[in-house]
């Protein structure tokens, strides 16, 4: 691992507009309008035009595309690229633009982008100096066009490639078969994406289903600028028409509905008279969005198959989730399109090398860093690490008093009242750790130039009273509790704060954007899936443990990866503080692993994992040093957590069978036996007296016929498919109990 002195980067960066020319015969009379970043704590006031900063960085994003080309570029302009935009309510606000919006201006004035032979850029323009400023200005005054004269301001979506390969992919799978699985990250644009879908393939009737009611305004709003100009119309119980209304009209028309809702119907078993239209209805496509939440539950299944049909018609099922790790084995490879962190970061930094410095549309995802700090070594304290995993116990470290004795394991003192931390001197701690002023060690809260960079966090605890006893120590805390910091609580269900969570939120990072304050928010689930909170810059994850669900890790952790345009800058970095350090590098390593279907034993996995620490370092915090992980290392740290895992539970763990991860190739076998005799025998070991390993393991064949058939939805398995499935799940299981000894045997002789 590489070590560095404490120091976070800036979460909000500048950006830089500029235009340049090259002096040869292919680009004589033509212009090139781009943007660079920026990084710079100075104010837009002391950043004037064409000065040596605005230059400096100008000509490092250019170099960056034309020295592998052998032309010299000559720089004409640069400022910051910065705007002022009028609120609904004539409030103004700064904002970022980017160089497309400049190009769009010349567009709209009549001119077009210039063709160079033998280059991959297309954003030439042949104008003026002048013309290009001209150009710049106009954006910074609003401007539709160099002349401010009214065009048509429907601006039509331009997808990006990844989701017209999502789109064209499916419409092709729609032709031969109905189900179709978008295992694609957050922002990916799964709304805009999928009704593109409906709109090409034309058709009639299509529902959307969701766990999150919330999410009806996003898809109300997307529906516009996908449909504007056609005849389709848009349905839900408060956006649109009502379904009755849509059937009776001969548009074609995208009804939204909440799952909720309809598995309260009388018609799947429910309590209530409602929703007959929708399970009458034949309905030509259903979207299922956030597809792993509750479809797997005996009731979300059934409510699903009673609105798709499949013996009735030809409905066509669109699944969109950011993490199906949980649904995946119900859809083939074909079924199935991926879209990860890994891809769209490498597509953000190998745009310019494939597209010589022409506007990168993922300029405005930001970058991830995974900070990790071993809580218990923190607090010099271990009474919190849980025997079973070896792993930071949140549950135990943030409990409450219920003022019953048998859940309390002691009597509640008199100095307490319910609902108290029972450990509220280590909580104190804690928060006092995180604003500590120190010249060694730095931590996220504890100076002002760090609370700018978090302004607006979002901390997951482990429950309802948890967050609420978090929120009354904070308040007392002298740094959370002096009035700069608005601490919201969304947990639970029926607190008044969190009736109304999303709107909660946002009201308190408007009002603490005027006053120059922070926001933190508590949660112990809701808003971590399916909605935007645009402004937060981290997250700390206080809650789970080593068994945490991949799924769940990254729903969380990508909430804070939001893209974000305010104040003039861009959102370029988000963080994620982790206070359990074993349990981060295996969500990493699951969610690389999962995520990107990697072979399960092949040899890319490492280099995968490579790929995702350059895009999303994460980085152990010790004292003031911070480590940052390579693959090797983080496998082999992981390793040993595993094999000490163990050790601890006498090998008596179900959870190890980790073929991700653990190999049975990389070890030698041959020591097997000799191992026997120095551990003895695991109690969860098959009761055989001697072992052969060739006749036990997995051949190749046998191992790629086991993922086959994994893969293969369960419904279209024969009994001799069952029946073989089954025996070579044990036999892999068998193996990995094999491979865990000599994991073990390995790292005591070597560690």
Not at 151 to 159: D, Q, R, S, Y
Not at 458 to 463: A, D
């Amino acid at each position: 691992m590489e070590k560095n002195n404490m120091q976070f980067t800036n979460t909000f960066n500048y950006k830089v507009i500029y235009a340049f020319t090259v002096n040869d015969d292919n680009h004589r009379g033509l212009i090139k309008i781009g943007d660079a970043t920026l990084h710079s704590s100075l104010t837009p006031d002391k950043i004037p035009p064409n000065c040596s900063d605005l230059n400096q960085a100008a000509l490092k994003r250019i170099r960056a595309y034309t020295n592998t080309v052998g032309i010299t570029p000559i720089l004409l302009h640069t400022e910051l690229a910065i705007k002022t935009v009028k609120n609904k309510d004539n409030s103004v606000k700064i904002e970022a633009f980017r160089d497309y919006d400049v190009h769009r201006i010349l567009e709209n004035s009549g001119i077009k982008r210039a063709k160079i032979e033998e280059t991959t850029g297309r954003e030439w323009y042949r104008i003026t100096k002048e013309f290009a400023v001209e150009a710049i200005e106009a954006v910074k005054k609003n401007y539709a066009n160099l002349s401010n004269t009214s065009i048509n301001e429907f601006i039509p979506v331009i997808f990006r490639p990844e989701q017209k390969e999502a789109i064209e992919r499916t419409v092709k799978q729609f032709k031969k078969g109905d189900r179709m699985l978008w295992n694609a990250k957050m922002r990916f644009g799964k709304t805009l994406s999928a009704l593109e879908v409906i709109r090409i393939c034309k058709y009639k009737k299509t529902i959307i289903l969701t766990h999150r009611p919330v999410v009806n305004d996003g898809w109300y709003e997307d529906f516009g600028k996908i449909f504007y100009g056609t005849n389709y119309i848009y349905g839900s119980k408060t956006n649109g028409y009502n379904l009755e209304d849509l059937l009776e009209k001969d548009n074609n028309f995208v009804y939204f509905a909440s799952i909720q809702d309809l598995r309260g119907s009388e018609v799947i078993g429910g309590k209530f008279s409602k929703n007959h239209a929708i399970f009458d209805t034949v309905w030509d496509c259903v979207i299922v969005d956030e597809a792993h939440e509750g479809t797997k539950t005996s009731l979300g299944d059934e409510t699903i198959k009673a609105i798709v049909k499949e013996k009735q018609g030809n409905t066509k099922l669109l699944a969109l989730s950011g993490t199906p790790f949980n649904i995946m084995d119900e859809y083939d490879d074909n079924s199935i399109y991926t879209w990860d962190y890994i891809m769209e970061q490498e597509c953000k930094y190998e745009w310019d090398k494939q597209h010589f410095g022409d506007s990168n549309p993922y300029e405005e995802l930001p970058e991830l860093r995974i900070y990790t700090y071993n809580l218990g070594d923190l607090l010099h304290n271990s009474n919190y690490i849980t025997y079973e995993d070896k792993a930071f116990n949140f549950h135990e470290f943030f409990r409450t008093w219920t003022s019953d004795y048998k859940k309390d394991n002691a009597q509640m003192p008199p100095t307490a009242n319910i609902g108290d931390f029972v450990h509220e001197q280590d909580v104190q701690s804690f928060l006092n750790l995180m604003t500590k002023k120190d010249d060694v060690s730095s931590y996220p809260y504890s100076k002002d130039e760090y609370r700018n960079l978090f302004k607006h966090s979002l901390w997951i605890v482990p429950g309802v009273r948890e967050a609420r006893a978090l929120k009354e120590l904070m308040l007392k805390h002298p740094v959370f509790g002096n009035g700069q910091f608005n601490i919201v609580n969304v947990a639970g269900n029926n607190d008044e704060e969190s009736m109304d969570a999303l709107n909660s939120v946002k009201t308190a990072i408007r009002n603490a954007e005027k006053l120059d304050t922070y926001t933190i928010t508590i949660s112990c689930g809701k808003l971590t899936t399916g909605v935007t909170i645009k402004e937060w810059t981290c997250v700390f994850m206080l809650s789970g443990s080593f068994s945490t669900s991949a799924a769940n890790y990254l729903q969380t952790i990508f909430r804070v990866q939001s893209p974000c345009n305010k104040d003039g800058k861009i959102k370029t970095t988000a963080y994620v503080f982790d206070f359990a350090p074993d349990r981060t590098l295996k969500m990493v390593s699951e969610a690389v692993s999962v995520s990107t279907k990697a072979g399960k034993s092949g040899s890319d996995d490492k280099k995968i994992l490579g790929k995702f620490l350059n895009y999303c370092p994460v980085i152990s915090v010790t004292g003031s040093q911070m480590e940052e992980y390579k693959a090797d290392k983080l496998l082999q740290q992981l390793k040993r957590a595993y094999a000490d895992k163990v050790v601890r539970n006498g090998f008596d763990d179900n959870n190890l069978y980790n073929d991700e991860l653990l190999k049975l190739q990389d070890v030698d076998i041959q020591k097997f036996n000799d191992l026997k005799g120095i551990i003895g025998k695991s109690k969860a070991a098959p009761k055989q007296n001697e072992i052969v390993i060739n006749e036990q393991g997995l051949t190749n064949e046998q191992y790629e016929e086991l993922e086959r058939m994994k893969k293969k939805p369960k419904r279209e398995l024969t009994e001799e498919e069952k029946a073989k499935l089954e025996e070579l799940k044990k036999k892999k299981k068998f193996v990995m109990m094999l491979f865990l000894y000599c994991v073990v045997f390995l790292f005591v002789c070597h560690f």
